[in-house]
């Protein structure tokens, strides 16, 4: 693996700067392509600086076709690549658009060396890597055009963690039959076969698996506004029969788009210490997703299936939150201010030697989207003042009847 570092190189704006973080703030990696044929990392910081005005390149690895590593920037720079999810994720470009061009086994090979280092580094998973239209407000965006899952599968097999199955429910519906009406939920060969056309058609709708979920829900949408259709996500016979005679290309897409820049939205990315879930192939798994099941009347088997995703829409459409089946920054918020815990307030929570330990502690620390240890020490004592602080409180440090009371009441 060849790693050119060309941080002190690159184009750079005259007087802006982008932000920095600690490294325990990532919890992505995001993949992208860079929608053009060729490219380098010099012609993106050009681009993203004059035309775009923005503080430097967009990335922080740029993947030439021959494998080549471009190392861009330190991982502690917030660059602007996946809007705002920048605070929380690395960006890796590979040079190419994949919507045309095969992605060549060098860069392939190359990049997938990049992530599983990364991996060492970061406090990130497989299950954290991501591409740039799995991020929240970008399922529209054909980014980075590879089939993630099994991009994510084959660093699962490098890695010695064993390929992932894909989960079928006893509901599959196998063999040539074809429904009248396919829509979000639904499993069966005639789904695979509409996943197979959006790919050839160039939609991508996702991993190619005959299960209906969210992404190639989206695909399903963006392909109905190109065919001047009316866009709901069903696939009834006037969608059929438009999939059939569709043949216009998909119109290219610019190279970083400014909606990449954080809106002013992003400080609430900036403070989860929790990882987003949601659909993804493999499944993702853990204790988090299990709290969530049960919070939403979910099946609690910590697995995040199709089944939790439309537990999660239903949940949010409940909450007035925008329903897209991801449990983020709002729909944490939501479940926290909800959370009950069964653990009542007892007692004074406080500094002290030794550290108070609980599970009313472990309540409160996941109120202030901290890491939830059960242990009262000074990084939770620090989160009390701020919040105390940010709540015209008086500032002590202490989780009394009043600082209790603001964060749940």
């Known amino acids: 693996m060849e790693i050119i570092d060309k941080r002190n190189s690159l184009p750079t704006h005259p007087s802006k700067r982008y932000r920095r973080r600690s490294l325990s703030a990532i919890k992505n990696i995001a993949i992208h392509h860079s929608a053009t044929t060729s490219g380098s990392a010099e012609s993106f910081a050009r681009y993203h600086v004059n035309t775009l005005e923005w503080p430097g390149i967009a990335y922080h690895y740029v993947v030439d076709k021959d494998g080549t590593i471009s190392l861009c920037h330190d991982l502690e720079v917030v ?3 996946v809007g705002n999810s920048n605070y929380r994720a690395v960006g890796i470009c590979m040079v190419g658009d994949f919507r045309t061009q095969q992605l060549t086994e060098a860069q392939k090979t190359a990049t997938q060396n990049l992530v599983l280092s990364l991996l060492d580094v970061l406090t990130v998973d497989i299950d954290d890597v991501w591409g ?3 991020f929240p407000g970008y399922e529209w965006k054909p980014c980075p055009s590879i089939n993630m899952g099994n991009f994510r599968s084959e660093l699962f097999a490098r890695g010695d963690r064993g390929e992932l199955p894909i989960y079928r429910s006893v509901s599959y519906s196998s063999g040539p039959r074809t429904r009248t009406y396919l829509s979000y939920g639904d499993q069966g060969d005639d789904i695979k076969a509409l996943q ?37 996500g069903i696939v009834g ?4 029969d438009a999939l059939k005679r569709y043949d216009q290309d998909v119109p290219l897409i610019e190279l970083a788009s400014p909606t990449d820049v954080d809106t002013d939205d992003g400080g609430l990315y900036e403070l989860e210490s929790r990882r987003t879930l949601r659909l993804l192939s493999p499944y993702m798994r853990g204790e988090d997703i299990r709290d969530v099941q049960e919070k939403i009347g979910a099946v609690a088997d910590g ?7 439309e537990a999660v829409r239903r949940y949010q459409r409940r909450k007035g939150l925008v329903s897209d089946g991801i449990v983020g920054p709002r729909t944490w918020q939501a479940l926290d201010q909800n959370d009950t815990g069964g653990v009542p307030y007892s007692r004074l929570i406080f500094l002290t030697n030794p550290y108070i330990q609980g ?15 059960g242990i009262f020490g000074p990084i939770t004592d620090q989160a009390v003042r701020n919040f105390q602080r940010r709540e015209r409180l008086n500032i002590d440090g202490i989780v009394g009847p009043n600082t209790w009371s603001r964060l749940f009441g």
């Not at 016979?237 to 059929?240: D, L, W």
């Not at 599970?359 to 240890?373: C, H």
């Open 237 to 240: 016979p006037e969608t059929r």
């Open 303 to 309: 697995i995040f299936g199709p089944a939790t995703a």
């Open 359 to 373: 599970r009313d502690v472990k309540r409160v620390q996941r109120a202030l989207n901290i890491s939830e240890d």
């Open 132 to 134: 740039h239209q799995e």
């Open 196 to 232: 197979e056309r959006l790919e050839i058609l160039g939609f991508k709708p996702g991993v190619i698996d005959g299960i209906f979920g969210k992404v190639t829900e989206d695909a399903v949408k963006r392909f109905q506004r190109a065919a001047n259709l009316s866009v709901d």
């Open 79 to 81: 660059s602007y690549h």
